[in-house]
């Protein structure tokens, strides 16, 4: 069996394959693609293949497919700029007959009209359409995308957001890409859409409150409305365009996109998810 990891010179990729060899896959059944191989180096020293893949270059992405079984699909980092090059892989999977494609959506792709879902909606769909086996790993928010926020806690003492009391369930990189190695790897999964949660689905008042032990420093949560932040955005030199995307994403979580927790991901990783105070605490190193 032959696995590979695409975008694995990012955060969630390489994790995934380290949780891949932590589960005692082979490293010579492991193919690391990345548009910069040089940046894995690394994981080739361990014994991974590395293949130069780069989702906007179909010649790349088709070389690294050849010989694999089974691929785990990373989503691209550029909302709105990412369905071609998901297509291109999708595409290059079903001429080589993988077996299985596991993809990494997002939170209710398509069942929340919400301007992150969009692309995963579309990226499912041609998933759908094209017949691969596949297994859909939608990821709730990452603990880490709380870093900006604690580091300016640490300054300011204050966490804004104008999601109001909405509940966010996330999880650590680790705990999703461990997830995402258990749907590639084991039986069981083909034809499943999960909705990768951690454990718990906090406020922004416990994320301040987890945020005052992290720093050894009182935090407070300060609410704002949409039109506070959009003007705070605005201030800070940001386009139209990312005022309306991030204000747009604050709505939607308000709305509730987050907060869904089922203990899905805690059930197929074996152990309980990252607590909103430790993924907190790794964030400071």
Do not use: K
């Not at 069996?1 to 949780?19: F, P």
């Not at 071609?84 to 299985?100: D, F, K, M, P, Y």
């Not at 409150?209 to 935090?219: C, D, K, T, Y």
Request: net charge negative.
């Amino acid at each position: 069996m032959t696995y590979l990891v695409t975008a694995a010179s990012g955060h969630l990729g390489r994790l995934a394959v380290e949780s891949l060899l932590t589960r005692g896959v082979d490293s010579a059944e492991i193919v690391a693609g990345a548009r910069n191989p040089e940046r894995i180096q690394d994981l080739a020293a361990r014994g991974v293949r590395t293949v130069e893949l780069d989702y906007d270059r179909p010649g790349t992405v088709a070389a690294a497919l050849e010989g694999i079984d089974r691929i785990l699909l990373i989503s691209g980092s550029a909302p709105g700029a990412r369905v071609a090059g998901h297509l291109n892989v999708i595409e290059a999977a079903t001429a080589a007959g993988v077996e299985r494609i596991v993809y990494t959506s997002a939170p209710q792709a398509t069942t929340f009209d919400w301007a992150l879902g969009a692309d995963h909606r579309a990226t499912e769909e041609a998933i759908t359409a094209s017949g691969l086996p596949a297994v859909i790993v939608r990821n709730n928010w990452y603990t880490e995308n709380y870093a900006g926020d604690l580091e300016r806690a640490a300054e300011s003492g204050v966490i804004a957001s104008s999601v109001g009391d909405a509940r966010i369930a996330s999880a650590s990189r680790v705990d999703y890409a461990a997830g995402a190695a258990v749907a590639l790897v084991e039986e069981g999964h083909v034809g499943n859409v999960y909705e990768f949660a951690g454990d718990v689905a906090w406020t922004f008042d416990d994320l301040a409150a987890a945020a005052s032990v992290v720093l050894g420093r009182e935090v407070t949560y300060q609410r704002l409305t949409s039109e506070q932040l959009a003007a705070g955005l605005e201030a800070a030199g940001a386009d139209s365009g990312t005022v309306g995307f991030v204000v747009g994403l604050d709505q939607a979580i308000a709305g509730g996109v987050l907060s869904g927790t089922d203990g899905t991901l805690a059930r197929l990783i074996g152990r309980p998810t990252t607590p909103l105070i430790d993924g907190l605490r790794a964030l400071r190193g």
